[in-house]
Structure formats: C-alpha cells, structure tokens
C-alpha cells in the first residue's frame, strides 16, 4: 500500500465564504478527527490532494506543523457537475491499528456462453486491516460461472493480515440469466385489449 505524503495547514476560518475563498486558492477544506481528540480544521493543496485520492483507502503522511500524522480519507465531496473536491474527512490512525474499510472488488475471467449477466451486489467488500497495509482491492475469477451461481465473502481470498468485516454468508457477486424480451406481438394484442376495456 502506497504512503503519500501531504502539507496541510491548520485553519481558523470557517463557513461558506471562508471555503469559498479556500478553494479559490486552489486549496480543499477538510477535517482531521479520531483517537478521541478534539477534531482539527485543515487546508489542503487540490492538486496534490486530488493525485492522493486517487488510489482507494490511500494513507496520508500529513506534515502537520512540522508533525508527521497518518491518516485515512473517510469522507470525500466531490462538486456534483464539475467533479472538484469541496471537502475531504481524514481519518487519524496509528501504525498497527486495524482500521474498517471497503475495498473495490474487481472480476477477472469470461462468463459460461449463454447471455448471462454479472451483478455486483456489493461494488466495495468491508474489511477489516492495519492501518498501514490496507489492501488496494481484491481480484475475483468469474471464469465459467452459469446464471445462479455466486460468489460469497467467505469465498474470496484476502490478502494476508485481513479479515471480513461482513457477514461470510453475503452475496458480492451474482449471475443472472439474461430477460428474454416480450415478443412485438404479445405487446400489441394487451394494447389492444386495453384500448377495447
């Protein structure tokens, strides 16, 4: 897992206005809270902040008033149209600590011939790991699989060092049989009968 480290300054303003003048500065608002402190109000560069959180669950070195602090992003805000961060929640976690996170889960492999389709139930698997070796996502093979067949929690490989957060018993992936389509005819008789009701 991949450690970036990030400048952050602490901040004293606050408000709509304050995190508008912060983000005309190319700079994102956000929150460090955790370990039962009081949580601290920071300011950080958008360029370097956005390469950051491109990788899931990635763990921030914050240079923070010349301390280093390890963090997590727990909550980001994204502007709905343009995609800019407007917010970002960090998580404090220390080395050692198991933390909860969900990890994207990837499928590799061709379905079984037929039309049949996969369904992510779950897009994200919960999952319990250190703070400093969170898995980045896990790889499950759909080689083969016919419609009702799944793929439960307790039947995908973690990474050493992580357990399931989720029940073992839960659905991630399904494949279902492709819905066939009524027949045009079908549809115009019930039409007809409607318009004759």
Do not use: W
């Not at 080395?95 to 499928?107: H, N």
């Amino acid at each position: 897992m991949s450690e970036v480290k990030l400048a952050a300054e602490t901040r004293t303003e606050f408000g709509k206005g304050a995190a508008r003048r912060i983000r005309r500065d190319n700079k994102v608002p956000g929150v460090l809270y955790g370990h039962g402190t009081e949580p601290v109000h920071l300011t950080f560069p958008g360029h370097d902040l956005l390469l950051a959180l491109r990788t899931p669950n990635v763990l921030i070195a914050l240079d923070l008033d010349g301390k280093t602090e390890l963090a997590i992003p727990k909550s980001v805000q994204r502007d709905p149209l343009k995609g800019f961060l407007e917010h970002v929640d960090l998580l404090l976690v220390k080395r050692g600590e198991k933390v909860t996170v969900e990890i994207p889960v990837q499928t590799e492999g061709e379905l079984a011939p037929g039309g049949y389709l996969l369904e992510h139930v779950l897009n994200a698997l919960p999952v319990e790991a250190e703070a400093t070796h969170i898995p980045e996502g896990v790889t499950v093979s759909v080689e083969g699989l016919e419609a009702g067949a799944s793929v439960l929690a307790k039947d995908i490989e973690l990474p050493k060092g992580t357990t399931l957060a989720v029940e073992e018993d839960a659905v991630v992936l399904q494949v279902l049989a492709a819905q066939a389509e009524e027949s045009e005819g079908e549809e115009s008789e019930g039409d007809e009968a409607a318009a004759e009701a």
